[in-house]
């Protein structure tokens, strides 16, 4: 029976990157095709952002109807200071991505890796195994490398990609202090990759 349960959290985590994967990846190619010259030529990042924010608003609220999550009462000033990082996080990706090739825009989101890694050691003094700063390193070397080779990036493209890094880094170190701001997603995760 021990045995059984390993092996179903096993296929339900498998399942739970694979749909994270795909679905990340489907939302950039679509995004890219709709903002890129060669595709829908679509230069309202904002409102693309709206559309976003309005998806996620749908999904809470067909979640919370549903009884997937509950109302949970967060105080006005640390609601306000997510959206704020939220808001600058996805507009600067979205922009981003409209002004840089798709690889660059992969490469600066794998680039926030080693910068939260910062901001939590700056921010509340964490500490990381030799073997994490190991790991860091190689993705910073990666990056570094891929960034360099990569002839498509402009001025106003990599000030993009850097508030959208910062941003989004900030938001990750938040949104692990704001848990409950986040659970729903996290558990409609959960619950697609049960059924």
């Known amino acids: 029976m021990e045995r059984e349960k390993k092996q179903s959290s096993a296929v339900s985590d498998i399942g739970a990157w694979a749909l994270n994967v795909v679905s990340s990846v489907g939302l ?48 006005l000033w640390e609601l306000l200071w997510f959206s704020i990082v939220a808001n600058t996080s996805i507009t600067g990706m979205n922009l981003s991505l409209m002004l840089n090739s798709v690889g660059f825009y992969q490469i600066s989101k794998l680039s926030m890796i080693p910068v939260v890694c910062v901001m939590e050691w700056i921010l509340h003094g964490k500490q990381y195994s030799s073997k ?64």
Do not use: E
């Not at 709206?50 to 609220?61: D, S, V």
């Not at 000030?159 to 996290?186: D, P």
């Open 28 to 75: 950039i190619m679509a995004n890219k095709q709709l903002m890129s010259p060669a595709g829908y030529a679509f230069v309202f990042a904002t409102t693309l952002t709206g559309f976003h924010f309005c998806m996620t608003g749908i999904i809470g609220l067909v979640s919370k109807a549903s009884g997937y999550t509950t109302h949970k009462k967060v105080p």
């Open 132 to 195: 994490v700063k190991v790991a860091v390193m190689v993705v910073v070397v990666g990056v570094g490398v891929c960034t360099v080779t990569d002839v498509k990036v402009n001025a106003q493209g990599f000030l993009c990609a850097f508030v959208a890094v910062l941003s989004t880094s900030l938001q990750q170190i938040v949104s692990i202090s704001s848990y409950y701001i986040l659970s729903f997603l996290l558990y409609s995760m959960w619950i697609l990759t049960r059924t």
